[in-house]
């Protein structure tokens, strides 16, 4: 067996562990009250399968290095299941220390959900480019994934607080934002559903695509309702595409990109209306009643933690180690890169959590509203400025 076959098979071991593990924390906590024994034998159960995919993976990242000779952070596959591994180490770091199972609940689908979707991405190690042959490739680009890993975890702790605390009892706009914020969550859940069954059914349509003057290709995996700017469907019996991509989508894998988002937005649509139809209520107030065993205070707390711990984290890597580094690569600290300017909003963010918390009191639902969006902002970053915008970067 090659090492391709022992890291892929390491990774998706690992990915069953943690849902299989989900269940057990889920478990944990539908307990009765009475039976605390049990409650902490099924959270500790949890833990211990965690700990068991936390090893698969990182088995999977030991031996994508052996095979590639670099750090396995070096296109946005490997990115963002390094980002899914730095999740899930600090949940367990949290957990061992709060032992609550409702974080289990919450942080395990959600950073398994992660590393699902790095399979959009392409699987396949290539040599680095010029630029990315640098011992600060480990430095920077692992630094920034532990430190949104650690942000990940106030983002957890802040939506459990703002489930738990906001008033359900009649429709509001507080909690139809956080209804908006859950459906967003189901959108990760569609794009998981639509890419796995179309993958399942060997989908493809292949177009011809003229870019700075070259006639290209490019393949989509799910039926083309966004097409390639001025580009041409060469496969035949597949989806006539409705429109195409515009303009301000630079790349010959622009549409592909807008399909793959269009196509998440309608697996995702449909999974949430399947949800609500048999819960008959807002998914958070389905959600609020398992959470009523659970300290508000303690939650808060987890947020606040989480950030002071991660902002420093992520400023040496999304600020201090990226300047040095792009000094080295292309001899200036700071360039107005779109990944470059959202690092530096995100920053700025989470700088303004720490000071409204501290000098203004923001506290408890404030701090969960801050924790949300700072973990949307850093979203934003993965997906719409990797996959749309383009930049120094884009080699990613």
Do not use: C
Not at 290 to 315: A, C, H, N, Q, W
Not at 339 to 368: D, M, N, P, Q
């Amino acid at each position: 067996m090659d090492l391709f076959s022992v890291s892929s098979g390491a990774l998706l071991i690992a990915f069953l562990l943690y849902l299989v593990a989900t269940f057990f924390f889920g478990g944990a906590i539908r307990q009765n009250k009475n039976e605390r024994h049990q409650k902490t034998k099924s959270g500790s159960i949890g833990l211990v399968i965690t700990v068991i995919g936390f090893i698969s993976q990182l088995v999977y990242f030991i031996t994508r290095w052996i095979m590639t000779g670099h750090a396995p952070v070096s296109n946005l596959f490997e990115f963002t299941t390094f980002l899914g591994m730095s999740m899930i180490l600090a949940f367990i770091i949290i957990y061992i220390y709060y032992k609550t199972a409702f974080l289990g609940v919450f942080a395990l689908p959600v950073a398994t959900i992660i590393i699902a979707y790095a399979s959009m991405f392409s699987t396949e190690a290539e040599p680095l480019v010029p630029s990315l042959q640098s011992n600060w490739l480990h430095i920077h680009v692992t630094t920034v994934a532990l430190g949104q890993g650690i942000l990940f975890i106030s983002f957890v702790a802040g939506l459990m607080y703002l489930i738990r605390q906001i008033d359900q009892t009649q429709l509001s706009f507080r909690n139809t934002m956080l209804e908006i914020v859950i459906y967003f969550i189901f959108l990760f859940i569609g794009f998981i559903a639509v890419t796995t069954i179309f993958n399942s059914l060997s989908y493809q349509a292949t177009f011809e695509v003229e870019s700075e003057g070259k006639q290209m290709t490019t393949e989509y995996h799910l039926p083309p309702i966004a097409a390639p700017g001025d580009s041409t469907l060469l496969s035949e019996n597949v989806m006539t595409p409705w429109f195409e991509a515009p303009g301000w989508m630079q790349g010959e894998d622009a549409g592909r990109k807008l399909n793959t988002v269009i196509w998440s937005f309608i697996g995702g649509t449909l999974i949430y209306g399947i949800a609500f139809l048999i819960s008959r209520k807002r998914i958070g107030k389905r959600l609020q009643p398992l959470l009523k065993g659970i300290k508000p205070d303690m939650l808060d707390e987890i947020m606040y933690r989480s950030v002071t711990i991660g902002f420093p984290v992520f400023t040496l890597g999304g600020l201090i180690f990226a300047a040095i580094w792009a000094q080295i690569a292309w001899g200036r600290f700071w360039g107005w890169d779109p990944k470059e300017v959202w690092a530096l909003i995100t920053w700025f963010f989470y700088a303004a959590f720490l000071h409204l918390r501290l000098s203004r009191g923001w506290h408890g639902e404030k701090s969960g509203w801050l924790a949300v969006v700072g973990f949307a902002i850093i979203m934003f970053n993965l997906i719409v400025v990797n996959l749309i915008l383009a930049g120094l970067h884009s080699y990613a």
